[in-house]
């Protein structure tokens, strides 16, 4: 089974530029994470959604970040304008909702951005 | 609020050295859930382990065992005879109940760094 797919997996940009980051979920998952990492303040949620509709942004940095859930099988982060100091590992999650709640979370390989 | 404190920033041992690695969290809920992940050098986040706030049963998965105590709010990992597979970054943590109840967004530690000589 093909796991959680990012896209692309590496991202070199300018500042000031546009930067669109793609997350495929595992097909069924009805949850879906977006995540930051990066050395000084390491991995960060920036938002889920649940069924396509976003639950908590509570961690989305500042009004440059916006992410959508058009459908079950898609999901986008684009920041705009970039900056040097968005510059981070990106990494999409899914999981899919039990009776005891998400068992674990299923992480994607992750999206590595650099903003010169 | 809910935090998770991995103290130990980075921690190297020689291979077949028992070592353990410390979480500790906190909490004003009741219903809550520990996690750990993997995070090898290759950079993907691999999934250990999962417990509830109800279950302190310890638990061990071949060299891996895990030791959860709600008196001192800790969830420390053990890695038996460690090998250098096991060099990896390894995050707690913390979910507290969702909306039904359940386990929903994750709160991470900050990780330990275990490097694993041979």
């Known amino acids: 089974d093909a796991g959680v797919i990012q896209s692309p997996r590496h991202e070199v940009t300018e500042m000031g530029q546009e930067v669109t980051l793609r997350c495929k979920p595992i097909s069924g998952h009805d949850y879906l994470f977006w995540y930051r990492q990066t050395m000084m303040r390491g991995l960060e949620l920036l938002i889920y959604f649940n069924n396509n509709v976003p639950i908590d942004d509570s961690g989305m940095p500042e009004d440059r970040f916006s992410a959508k859930m058009p459908n079950a099988s898609f999901s986008t982060l684009k920041i705009q304008p970039s900056e040097p100091r968005d510059s981070a590992v990106y990494f999409c999650?899914?999981?899919?909702?039990?009776?005891?709640?998400?068992?674990?979370?299923?992480f994607g390989p992750g999206t590595r951005l650099t903003v010169l | 609020a809910q935090k998770v404190t991995q103290a130990q920033t980075e921690i190297s041992v020689v291979e077949k050295e028992d070592v353990t690695l410390d979480c500790v969290y906190e909490?004003?809920?009741?219903?809550?859930?520990l996690f750990w992940y993997k995070q090898p050098p290759s950079g993907e986040l691999v999934f250990l382990i999962r417990r509830n706030s109800f279950d302190e049963q310890n638990e061990i998965s071949g060299r891996y065992s895990w030791n959860f105590q709600k008196s001192t709010s800790s969830f420390n990992f053990t890695i038996t005879a460690s090998q250098v597979v096991d060099s990896a970054v390894y995050f707690c943590a913390l979910s507290e109940a969702g909306r039904w109840g359940g386990s929903e967004k994750l709160v991470f530690g900050k990780g330990t760094k275990l490097t694993v000589n041979p």
């Open positions: 909490t004003r809920d009741t219903t809550y859930y």
């Open positions: 999650a899914s999981s899919l909702a039990t009776s005891g709640g998400l068992t674990r979370q299923y």
